[in-house]
Nanobody
């Protein structure tokens, strides 16, 4: 099992910045990818960004030039630095881990709210 705990959400004005953190624990050695999804009210959960434990990064197109994902394997932490936030970035952000347990499965954190509003 892999446990994930997010922190760092909050209220920010348009154009502002925010950093989300996610602490992974449990069988972290089995993890291949750590990253973030988000979900707005009435919308499906959507992919945001991810990092493999080897350091390969990937982003959804709308955040590519504004967000940065980083996995600190020494601390078992994954971060999402968000810059130039927009109203449409408002959502609950979920940390996820994709791990070989040995069957491949996805683990989720409880989510943290990000609200972009003036």
């Amino acid at each position: 099992q892999v446990q994930l705990v997010e922190s760092g959400g909050g209220l920010v004005q348009p154009g502002g910045s925010l950093t989300l953190s996610c602490a992974a624990s449990g069988t972290v050695s089995s993890v291949h990818t750590l990253g973030w999804y988000r979900q707005s009210p009435g919308q499906e959960r959507e992919y945001v960004a991810a990092s493999t434990t080897a350091g390969r990064l990937d982003y959804e197109d709308s955040v590519k030039d504004r967000f940065t994902v980083y996995y600190d394997n020494a601390k078992n932490m994954v971060y999402l630095w968000m810059n130039d936030l927009r109203l449409e970035d408002t959502a609950v952000y979920y940390c996820y881990a994709y791990a070989d347990q040995p069957l491949w499965r996805t683990f989720w954190g409880q989510g943290t709210q990000v609200t972009v509003s003036s």
